[in-house]
T-cell receptor, first 113, second 116 residues
Framework: KQEVTQIPAALSVPEGENLVLNCSFTDSAIYNLQWFRQDPGKGLTSLLL?????REQTSGRLNASLDKSSGRSTLYIAASQPGDSATYLCAVKGTGGGNKLTFGTGTQLKVEL | GAVVSQHPSWVICKSGTSVKIECRSLDFQATTMFWYRQFPKQSLMLMATSNEGSKATYEQGVEKDKFLINHASLTLSTLTVTSAHPEDSSFYIC????????????FGPGTRLTVT
């Protein structure tokens, strides 16, 4: 059974800092890995999707890397802003049938002025 | 493109009653829809997967008679919580997959259910 863990559970940083969020998964047989953002009481916004054959994806100030063999992914946020404050979730899609996503527990980020 | 809506965004119901939540794909045909539940400060847990025109597949531990899922068309799936109890209070999120975006799931904004 796939298990996804995110560290840290919560993070508070001053504006302008570069930061790294970590995601680890137990079963390396994945189809892809996706990073989402969730604002309080809201649904999910997809940030980056990395296919199993890829090593990283970039979008603006965000960069996500994937090391499938070690079961790890990182989300790098450059020059953090207060508007980046949210919960960040990673999710992996297994190679089995059903296209099931297994979510991590999330990292709650607060960027302070 | 790839917009998914949910209705209502929040609902309060009395214990013992049933409540229906709708999930719609607005600009694509969703061959598959997923229903998740999220408790406060916890992650999303998949409840069931539904394919248009067929019965939903429920995850282990999810009561299919309590959480009725209907995916009658390519743009609409409904989740009905029957005989709701306070422990059913949660945030319910749907996602949809299909059409030109078939490799990715697109998530709705969620529905907050409170059972009193």
């Amino acid at each position: 059974k796939q298990e996804v863990t995110q560290i840290p559970a919560a993070l508070s940083v001053p504006e302008g800092e570069n930061l790294v969020l970590n995601c680890s998964f137990t079963d390396s047989a994945i189809y892809n890995l996706q990073w989402f953002r969730q604002d309080p009481g809201k649904g999910l916004t997809s940030l980056l999707l990395i296919q199993s054959s890829q090593r990283e994806q970039t979008s603006g100030r965000l960069n996500a890397s994937l090391d499938k063999s070690s079961g790890r992914s990182t989300l790098y946020i450059a020059a953090s802003q207060p508007g980046d404050s949210a919960t960040y979730l990673c999710a992996v899609k297994g190679t089995g049938g059903g296209n099931k996503l297994t979510f991590g527990t999330g990292t709650q980020l607060k960027v302070e002025l | 493109g790839a917009v998914v809506s949910q209705h209502p965004s929040w609902v309060i119901c009395k214990s013992g009653t049933s409540v229906k939540i709708e999930c719609r794909s607005l600009d694509f045909q969703a061959t598959t829809m997923f229903w998740y539940r999220q408790f406060p400060k916890q992650s999303l847990m998949l409840m069931a997967t539904s394919n248009e025109g067929s019965k939903a597949t429920y995850e282990q531990g999810v009561e299919k008679d309590k959480f009725l899922i209907n995916h009658a068309s390519l743009t609409l799936s409904t989740l009905t919580v029957t005989s709701a109890h306070p422990e059913d209070s949660s945030f319910y999120i749907c996602s949809a997959r299909g059409g030109a975006f078939s490799y990715e799931q697109y998530f709705g904004p969620g529905t907050r259910l409170t059972v009193t």
